[in-house]
Nanobody, 123 residues
Framework: VQLQASGGGLVQAGGSLRLSCAAS????????MGWFRQAQGKEREFVAA????????YYADSVKGRGTVSRDNAKNTVYLQMNSLKPEDTAVYYC?????????????????WGQGTQVTVSS
């Protein structure tokens, strides 16, 4: 599956962004989808994940209460809504697809990765 992330940009602290990740292929609903981010000079870290049906969601503590992951299987798209953005949210955000529903906070659980979209939060 090929993934294309979009929706990043420059936003002031306290603002919101909705990231999208469009997937190619007809098996999108068979993948668990995740979002990761990588700030400059830091390792890529887990942000959120959503089960195949969308019935279960998982969040990193750093975004819990501010982020909402959702998916539309009819549109082959997963979303990440981020509110109350902070300068420390500045990073390249990546979407990823996993054929397994375990260890979803680990990078090596994912089989496919998108190219990333830059989010910059100014103070």
């Amino acid at each position: 599956v090929q993934l294309q992330a979009s929706g990043g940009g420059l936003v002031q602290a306290g603002g919101s962004l909705r990231l999208s990740c469009a997937a190619s292929g007809r098996s999108f609903s068979s993948y668990v989808m995740g979002w990761f981010r990588q700030a400059q000079g830091k390792e890529r870290e887990f942000v959120a994940a959503i089960s195949r049906s969308g019935g279960s969601t998982y969040y990193a503590d750093s975004v819990k209460g501010r982020g909402t992951v959702s998916r539309d299987n009819a549109k082959n798209t997963v979303y990440l809504q981020m509110n109350s953005l902070k300068p420390e949210d500045t990073a390249v955000y990546y979407c990823a697809a996993s054929g397994r529903e375990r260890r979803l906070d680990q990078r090596d659980a994912y089989d496919y990765w998108g190219q990333g979209t830059q989010v910059t939060v100014s103070s």
